[in-house]
């Protein structure tokens, strides 16, 4: 059997469509909270009623400074409620949203803000702006309220819609335009990931600028009229558990990292949580099974990218299992293909491919041409089961040679994550003499662990051609501004022993 499985049809795409309106499409009707910002000391909410009002006010706002539909905004915001009220506000009148970091120092934004060529940047104090000539906005919510609400502008469901960019841990942030489109390709996480309904208290633990947390946080709560919870910026991980007992979340979503940092604290009785969803790099199976164990409840993991979101998962309904990522949803194509473009035998690793059809993925990087072809190749390998469950084998560049032997990163990095100092870890080859190459685990802890320690946790479970053979502590490893580790930094990290 090969490694391809389709799920279509693909979902339907209306002649004239809207991002954002289909989001909002039921939030006149409903009288709960659509978001709250969950401060240490107090909670910050909109209604639905308030949400889409001032939606539709923001949007009579941005069309007020000149622009036209089809004009980039770039935001230049925190995790404040001018986020997607900003976001959503330019999207209902036609314009093109661009979240970036606010962490990004003035150097970093003024290249990114060179490529999409923006004709707003909305802004808030504290937060580094370009060297670029666009003019700036501060929002203003209050005042704004007062406007007039915007007509919603429907157009080609594949017009550009919104510009993310790419985490950048294989070189310089790629811009990434997707259409309005997008969204319905989402339609499937709902139930085939996320197991989300109109009850649910959703808490999203990243920053609003990262896909994941404006997909699964904000885009997916609001579509089925569930509510959408956000920690306040600067808020700590040590700080969640009390903020989620507070909130009475149903579902958290957040990294690895984050469920990592949790379970090395106290966590109080969650009894409303009914499971977790993990995305942004591998969930190691020890994390998940330490998780269920603490809390009673599963986490399910999402593997997707900046360019098609998330396309495979494990769920409440169909559970991964264990070590993979989960199953293709429906209403996906996916292949693995090997170096011919031809899907790999069930069993045999390759690069995982999503179908150019599919109306999740980018129309394009900004300065490139779409997509060509029947596959977009993701840069990701991976291995299919006889069952059609996938196993994530990291970044196809990151793959590591091994005594003449392919290996994943990931599956090094497995061997470790038991080890309760160890806070996290990657694995890379490095030089100890020019020509030469081993395999180098670097990792994090509050202070560094004992080389035969390290090494008893090899031996147990990797070949011996698969052992470090050189361990190094980092007080922290290189990550990009969303937290994923950046492997290709860790070689010039490297200290030769004494």
């Known amino acids: 059997m090969l490694s391809e499985i389709d799920t279509r049809p693909f979902p339907k795409v209306p002649q004239a469509f809207n991002l954002a309106g289909h989001v909002l499409a039921s939030a006149a009707s409903l009288h709960k909270p659509a978001l709250t910002i969950l ?6 909410t909109l209604t639905y009623a308030q949400l889409l009002h001032l939606t ?11 622009l036209t539909p089809g004009d980039r905004i770039l935001l230049r915001l925190g995790n404040t409620l001018a986020f997607p009220i900003l976001y959503l506000g330019a999207i209902w009148a036609g314009l093109v949203p661009i979240p970036t970091s606010s962490a990004l120092t003035g150097p970093e934004i003024t290249k990114l803000a060179a490529l999409v060529a923006p004709k707003l940047i909305a802004a808030e104090t504290g937060i580094s702006l370009p060297d670029h000539p666009a ?26 819609a919104y510009i993310i960019f790419t985490s950048g841990t294989s070189g310089t942030p790629m811009a990434v335009s997707h259409a309005h489109r ?11 990931w996320e197991g989300l309904t109109d009850t649910d208290r959703l808490l999203h633990a990243g920053a609003l600028n990262w896909t994941y947390t404006l997909g699964t946080g904000l885009l997916d709560p609001w579509t089925l009229g569930a509510t959408a919870l956000i920690p306040a910026a600067g808020t700590p991980a040590t700080a969640l558990p009390a903020l989620m007992a507070r909130s009475a979340a149903t579902i958290l979503a957040a990294a690895p990292g984050v469920y990592r940092q949790l379970l090395r604290s106290e966590l109080p009785s969650l009894p409303h949580l009914r499971h977790g969803l993990s995305a ?14 603490r809390t009673g409840t599963d986490l399910h993991e999402a593997l997707g990218m900046s360019e098609v979101s998330t396309y495979l998962s494990g769920s409440p309904t169909r559970p991964a299992p264990e070590g993979t990522s989960g199953y293709p949803q429906p209403g996906r194509h996916i292949a693995i293909l090997d170096d011919h473009g031809q899907p790999t035998p069930r069993g045999e690793p390759g690069e995982l491919s999503v179908s150019t059809q599919d109306p999740g993925l980018m129309r394009h990087y900004l300065g490139h041409p779409p997509p060509q072809g029947p596959w977009f190749r993701t840069g990701d390998a991976a291995v299919m089961a006889e069952d059609g469950s996938i196993t994530h084998l990291g970044r196809k560049d990151d793959l590591l040679n091994a005594g003449g032997f392919r290996v994943s990163p990931a599956e090094i990095e497995a061997a470790f994550h038991d080890l309760p100092t160890l806070t996290a870890c990657a694995a890379t ?6 020509g030469t190459t081993i395999l180098a685990l670097f990792y994090e802890a509050s202070c560094a662990i004992d080389e035969d320690l390290l090494r008893q946790c090899a031996e147990k479970t990797l070949a011996r051609w698969k052992q470090p053979r050189h361990y190094q502590r980092l007080d922290a490893l290189p990550r990009t501004g969303t937290g994923k580790i950046i492997r290709k930094a860790l070689k010039a990290r490297y200290r030769r022993p004494e």
């Open 39 to 44: 401060h240490p000391d107090r909670d910050e």
């Open 56 to 66: 539709q006010s923001t949007a009579t706002a941005l069309l007020s400074q000149g």
């Open 429 to 434: 080859q490095v030089e100890p003499t020019p």
């Open 280 to 293: 942004g790099e591998g969930l190691p199976h020890a994390l998940r099974q330490l998780w269920r164990d």
């Open 135 to 160: 003019p700036i906005l501060t929002p203003d919510l209050a005042a704004w309220s007062q406007l007039p609400p915007a007509a919603l502008h429907q157009g080609d469901p594949g017009r550009e």
């Open 182 to 192: 997008a969204i319905l390709a989402r339609s499937q996480m709902h139930q085939h």
